[in-house]
C-alpha cells in the first residue's frame, strides 16, 4: 500500500511541476501581449484620446490604477517589440527574455536580429551558471570561469544556526 501512495505523491507532484511550468508560459505570454498593447498606446500616441490631459505617456501611465511604473511598461513594449515574435512557442524564462533584450538594445539595428536569434537558441538550452556567463561576456564583465577569485573579492557569511539568518 505505501508503494502505491508514493506513486500518487510522485503523480501529484508531476501534475503540481507541470502546472508551475504552465503558469510560467502564461506569464510570459501575458507579458509580451502586455508590451504590444504598451508599445501601441504610447508609441501612437492613443494614450491622449483617453486621457486628452496626460502630455506626455509617463502622466498618462502615473493616473491609471494598473500598479506598474512606466519603465515597467516600456521593458515589456521594448522586449515585445524587439524579441517577442522569436519568442513564441519557445522554451525560455521571462529573466532570460529580459536578458536578450538588453543586449539586443545595445547594438546598432542590423546586428540586432541575429543576435536576438543566437542567444535565444542558447537561452533554451544553456543552465543557469552557463547563462550568467553568457550574459557577464556581452556586458564586457569577467566570466566565472576566467576569474581566479581573489579573496578580498568574497563575501564571507555565515549562518547563526540559533535564528537562521545570514551574518556578513
Known amino acids: 500500500m505505501e508503494i502505491e501512495l508514493k506513486s500518487e505523491l ?12 504552465k503558469c510560467l508560459v502564461n506569464i510570459r505570454d501575458n507579458y509580451l501581449a502586455l508590451g504590444c498593447y504598451a508599445f501601441e498606446l504610447k508609441h501612437d500616441k492613443l494614450y491622449r484620446l483617453l486621457d486628452p490631459d496626460a502630455r ?37 524564462d521571462l529573466n532570460r527574455a529580459l536578458d536578450i533584450t538588453r543586449i539586443v538594445r545595445a547594438l546598432p539595428a542590423p546586428e540586432r536580429e541575429d543576435k536576438a536569434r543566437e542567444l535565444i537558441g542558447s537561452a ?8 550568467r556567463d553568457t550574459v557577464r561576456e556581452h556586458k564586457g564583465l569577467i566570466m566565472s570561469e576566467d576569474c581566479s577569485h581573489p579573496e578580498e573579492f568574497r563575501k564571507h557569511k555565515e549562518l547563526c544556526t540559533k535564528c537562521g539568518g545570514w551574518l556578513s
Open 56 to 92: 506626455t505617456w509617463e502622466i498618462f501611465v502615473s493616473r491609471q490604477n494598473w500598479g506598474l511604473k512606466r519603465g515597467s511598461l516600456d521593458n515589456y513594449a521594448d522586449v515585445s517589440v524587439m524579441i517577442g515574435e522569436y519568442l513564441t512557442g519557445r522554451d525560455i
Open 10 to 21: 510522485a503523480e501529484r507532484a508531476w501534475l503540481l511541476n507541470e502546472g508551475i511550468k
Open 124 to 131: 533554451e538550452i544553456m543552465p543557469p551558471s552557463g547563462w
